[in-house]
């Protein structure tokens, strides 16, 4: 199987016309996105916290994290995003992918954007 990559820009939510795009890797192995610190601070997003993550190796690391909008595919989703190294490629998480409604087809390794966005069912009250 090949690699993934999508074109989406990252937005500073309180200053949107602070942004950054480049190509990202599709990685549905994690949860959140990941963008190296560098490039966030030149749009001004600053850590906002931690949180513990589970790596490939099955390691665990605590990484700083900030909350961005992320646009790709002509959507544009809030996210939380893992602020990496400065060498660090940028990664596309499965989060935003679900947020707007688009998924990898496994077949063809390409995006493909869903007639809908999943919503579990609601009980009447």
């Given at each position: 199987m090949g690699a993934t990559y999508v074109t989406a820009t990252v937005r500073n939510p309180a200053e949107p016309h602070r942004s950054w795009q480049r190509l990202f890797l599709v990685y549905t192995g994690a949860t959140d996105s990941l963008v190296p610190r560098t490039c966030l601070e030149?749009?001004?997003l600053q850590p906002k916290g931690q949180r513990t993550y589970d790596l490939a190796d099955g390691s665990e690391m605590s990484m700083d994290i900030t909350v961005g909008q992320i646009e790709l595919m002509g959507e544009i989703v809030?996210?939380?995003?893992?602020?990496g190294d400065a060498d660090a490629e940028p990664l596309l998480g499965l989060t935003a992918l679900q947020s707007v409604g688009i998924e990898v087809d496994p077949r063809i390794q390409q995006l493909k954007r869903l007639p809908s966005v999943r919503l579990k069912h609601l009980a009447a009250a």
């Amino acid at each position: 199987m090949g690699a993934t990559y999508v074109t989406a820009t990252v937005r500073n939510p309180a200053e949107p016309h602070r942004s950054w795009q480049r190509l990202f890797l599709v990685y549905t192995g994690a949860t959140d996105s990941l963008v190296p610190r560098t490039c966030l601070e030149a749009i001004g997003l600053q850590p906002k916290g931690q949180r513990t993550y589970d790596l490939a190796d099955g390691s665990e690391m605590s990484m700083d994290i900030t909350v961005g909008q992320i646009e790709l595919m002509g959507e544009i989703v809030g996210a939380t995003i893992v602020i990496g190294d400065a060498d660090a490629e940028p990664l596309l998480g499965l989060t935003a992918l679900q947020s707007v409604g688009i998924e990898v087809d496994p077949r063809i390794q390409q995006l493909k954007r869903l007639p809908s966005v999943r919503l579990k069912h609601l009980a009447a009250a």
